[in-house]
């Protein structure tokens, strides 16, 4: 059962017990000469940084620095000295060997950011938090849709899929409002999740946390959180949403490499790890959707993606996703039998019933400010949906009030709706022909 609001300091709680600070350079689970390359390419790119601009760079600890920056005053590559002006006291610099040493690090990797995690400890992490381990009732289903118009046996089927752990295929005409409620399913994930800056992977540095995808919750500062909290290399998130439709490729599913920067993307699933990954409009991509789908067989049915990077190197990570395929197509014009049985659930989207139209008609006036006039709503449905065999839409009271709307303001300088305002949104909403509902409806009008 969720709790819907959590006290305020349990999600700290929680992920440092998920994953604790490293207390040594031993416990970061990285070699100290890799952690030793990635401070010289702080300190190559900011040029003299103090010990606080190390730490928030970094993201370790101060005291795990202070070794580090005492191995490479060793070995000659980093040297001290005072600063002045608002940063007064002692900063770090490279030596002439230093920048050489940095200069060759960068050539192998161009990552510069915080300290990576180890490919097994975001492994552990991810099954420690996962998804799947979050159970979805009946109450919390409809208080996620309250303010939602739906036929409550869709919410019955959808919040069972959701328990499922298993993929879900949303099907139905254009506008029966798929993307939109599906999007709204992540409502039902209201608790968060430790998201990596970067994995280590080897000596390669794979990028994760994507600010265009994961929503941080809090305060984040390796200098807040110098003294409790999860380690830092970890950012503190809402369970990622992550959303890919007609501009989805074939190479955004795998680990992508920037020859220009020489650095490493996570693909869409591992950003999406912990939380839920929508593919919107299946079909309309640029790739065949029997392409796409068969990307997801073995990790849905193993709970494991198979990943390798340009230099030839193969990983594994957990698949943790909620994965919902959404489509205007019917699914077995898509895919055959063998790959549908494989997806847990089909669900449906339907048209609305004029109950439901009307519901949704009220709530778009009252979204513009304007008078809710049931016989106005019914003049849709009997003289223009019912005629023209047009299936009654979530999507389109919001539409078409609007275009009435913008014509009431051209013509009268101040919102009103009728039916004649609406019939000419009709028109220019709808491709219509001579003769057709928009003849009809003018006839009906006059008599």
């Known amino acids: 059962m969720y709790n819907k609001t959590p006290p305020t300091d349990e999600p ?24 030793g390359d990635l401070v010289e390419k702080h300190l190559f790119e900011g040029g003299v940084l103090s010990m606080r601009e190390l730490v928030v760079r970094t993201a370790l600890s101060g005291r795990l620095l202070e070794e580090l920056l005492g191995f490479l005053r060793q070995e000659g590559r980093i040297e001290v000295r005072a600063q002045h002006g608002e940063l007064q006291g002692l900063g770090y610099a490279l030596t002439e060997r230093g920048r050489g040493s940095a200069m060759a690090s960068l050539m192998a990797s161009g990552y510069v950011g915080p300290t990576p995690v180890p490919l097994d400890y975001y492994n552990q992490v991810v099954l420690t938090q996962s998804v799947r381990g979050r159970a979805v009732t009946r109450d919390r289903m409809f208080a996620a849709f309250d303010d ?103 190479d955004m599913l795998e680990v992508q490499f920037d020859p220009a920067t020489r650095q490493y993307r996570a693909p869409l ?79 449906g989207f339907q048209p609305l019933n004029p109950l439901q139209y009307h519901m949704i008609w009220q709530r778009a006036c009252e979204a513009r400010s304007v008078r809710y006039d049931p016989a106005i709503c019914q003049f849709m449905i009997d003289s223009l949906y019912l005629p023209s065999r047009t299936p009654l839409l979530p999507c389109h009271p919001r539409d078409l009030i609007g275009m009435a709307l913008d014509r009431s303001i051209y013509l009268e300088g101040h919102l009103g709706l009728s039916t004649g305002a609406l019939q000419w949104a009709w028109d220019n909403y709808f491709v219509t022909t001579p003769g057709s509902t928009s003849d009809a409806a003018a006839d009906l009008r006059r008599s």
């Open 12 to 35: 700290t709680r929680d992920a440092a017990r998920v994953a604790p600070r490293p207390q040594t350079l031993a416990a970061t689970g990285l070699p100290a000469a890799f952690l």
């Open 269 to 347: 699933q591992v950003k999406a790890n912990g939380g839920m990954l929508i593919l919107d409009d299946l079909g309309r991509q640029r790739i065949p959707p029997t392409t796409v789908l068969n990307r997801w067989i073995l990790p849905m049915e193993e709970g494991v993606d198979y990943l390798s990077m340009s230099t030839g190197q193969h990983f594994r990570t957990p698949f943790d996703v909620i994965l919902v395929f959404s489509t205007n197509l019917r699914p077995d014009d898509l895919v055959d039998e063998a790959f549908l049985r494989r997806i847990g659930y089909k669900i």
């Open 148 to 250: 939602t118009v739906l036929d409550p046996a869709l919410l019955d089927r959808l919040g069972p899929a959701m328990n499922s752990g298993k993929a879900i295929f949303v099907y139905g005409a254009p506008g029966t409002g798929k993307t939109f409620i599906t999007q709204r399913l992540a409502r039902l994930f209201d608790d968060t999740c430790l998201i990596p800056h970067a994995l280590a992977i080897g000596d390669t540095v794979v990028r994760v946390f994507d600010p265009s995808v994961h929503r941080q919750s809090q305060d984040n500062s390796p200098v807040v959180m110098l003294t409790r909290g999860h380690d830092p290399r970890y950012v503190l998130c809402q369970r990622p949403l992550v959303i890919t439709g007609g501009e989805l490729t074939a």
